[in-house]
């Protein structure tokens, strides 16, 4: 199956602050990649996308950043809320799916302290 | 953007009895649906790619005759969870997916505990 089964990381910052979520993808030729963010006991909610032909996109408060040499997507947040407070991943696309499959990265815990 | 309702939002089931979750597409079409299972504090694992009018295709080690698939309608998947025993006591989530749109849209999640 997909996904990794290890233990989510956690990154603690304090309101206002930025934050940087890192994630590593598996495959070279993966054309386009997701970050969610969880809540606890919900599903994920779609935060911003990127394609392989870019190495930046930004919206509003987020920005994602794509360093395909080695394989490295980031999730910039901008002055950190408490709200910002959950489970975010990273979700690549490997080339041979055309249903829409993806392939989820660890995750990381994002701990907003007031 | 498309809607997807997934039902019910938890379930508490006795050993041995099935349980069965729902995944709708409220607006949309959807001829693909994907079930994942999720595990505290653990990411999401594809368990089946459920496709309308055909038979699921579920990744490896997914026991199929025990997480029944069925996606009779274009609106709506059901998974089935057969003679549920407690380590299938997990977090359950439904994503669709539009080829025309490439954001991935995904249900609210069932919380499911066997006792």
């Known amino acids: 199956g997909e996904s990794v089964g290890l233990h989510l990381p956690t990154l603690s910052v304090q309101e206002g602050d930025n934050s940087i979520i890192n994630c590593a993808y598996s495959?070279?030729?993966?054309?386009?990649f997701i970050w969610y963010k969880q809540e606890s006991g919900k599903g994920p909610q779609f935060i911003i996308d990127?394609?392989?032909?870019?190495d930046k996109r930004q919206g509003q408060r987020v920005t994602v950043l794509l360093n395909k040499t080695v394989k490295h997507l980031s999730l910039q947040i901008a002055a950190t809320q408490p709200g910002d407070s959950a489970v975010y991943f990273c979700a690549e696309r490997p080339p041979s799916s055309n249903t829409g499959k993806l392939i989820f990265g660890q995750g990381t815990t994002l701990q907003v302290k007031p | 953007g498309a809607v997807v309702s997934q039902h019910p939002s938890w379930v508490i089931c006795k050993s041995g009895t099935s349980v069965k979750i729902e995944c709708r597409s409220l607006?949309?079409?959807?001829?693909?649906m994907f079930w994942y299972r999720q595990f505290p504090k653990q990411s999401l694992m594809l368990m089946a790619t459920?496709?309308?009018?055909?038979?699921?295709?579920?990744e490896q080690g997914v026991e199929k005759d025990k997480f029944l698939i069925n996606h009779a309608s274009l609106t709506l998947s059901t998974l089935t969870v057969t003679s549920a025993h407690p380590e299938d006591s997990s977090f359950y989530i439904c994503?669709?997916?539009?080829?025309?749109?490439?954001?991935?849209?995904f249900g609210q999640g069932t919380r499911l505990t066997v006792v």
């Open positions: 990127i394609r392989s032909n870019m």
């Open positions: 459920s496709n309308e009018g055909s038979k699921a295709t579920y």
């Open positions: 495959n070279s030729a993966s054309d386009y």
């Open positions: 607006d949309f079409q959807a001829t693909t």
């Open positions: 994503r669709i997916y539009r080829s025309s749109n490439t954001e991935a849209f």
